[in-house]
């Protein structure tokens, strides 16, 4: 754990607060999918993953295409015993190794380059913000399936299945997140991949124009947080 991981509890603007300084992607790369998760996500989906379930203080934490290291160094800083991050991207594993530095928590997550596929081993939790499979179709698939070999718990960001202006006025409004429905496929595809879906959470993500083809200055969508455990592990289910 690095030295400023604490086991109290955080508050959520300081965990905003951190999270805001962990330096994003510099050249992020449309093939890759490279979007940063915003302070805002990244501090619901650490809340959600310590405090209402009781997965990331004192656990061991994978951060799947864990970028720049935002969510990594979010569970460390949370009190995560130990956190690694892989990403098949070099600057970002390089940015990542520097913000664990700056954040000094480099002694508490480990980084690895490589592709996901590689991951071997067993982890409490698993955390991640996947492709959605804009650029390659079902990128988040390869993801999920990955987490679900490795992890016992999984906290998985995905698009929402329509686009729903009621559902984004309401979380605009609430600033935060709403349960939602699980997409029947979803389901369907964690329940095959020896998983059950135990709550989605619907928030607002918002993504300032990074890429050519982008024509608005920003672009408001609703993503889903999918909380899942491995049935082999959580004899409840
Ligand atoms: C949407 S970004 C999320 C980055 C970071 N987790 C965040 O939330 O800010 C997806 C990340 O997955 C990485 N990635 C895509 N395919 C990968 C693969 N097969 N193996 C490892 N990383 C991959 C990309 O380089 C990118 O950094």
Redesign the pocket.
Known sequence: MGEHAQKRLIRKLDLERFLSKVAT?PNPQVR??????SEQI?ANMLYIAAYSNGDVVGKSVL?L????G??ALGASFVGAKDVVG????RL?IKTASENSKQACLADGVQWVL????AVVGKFDTVLQ???FGVQTRE?DR?FLVKALEVGNSVYSLHNHPQVDARLIKQLKASQGFMQVQASPFLERFVAHNDGVVTAVYAMLMIIPRMFGFHTKLKHDFVIDLYVIKRKSDNQNF
Do not use: M, V
């Open positions: 992607q890759l999918e490279q979007y940063t998760i990244a951060d295409g864990c970028g720049t935002r969510l892989i990403d098949i991207d970002a490589g592709d996901i596929r913000n996947p492709p990128a390869a």
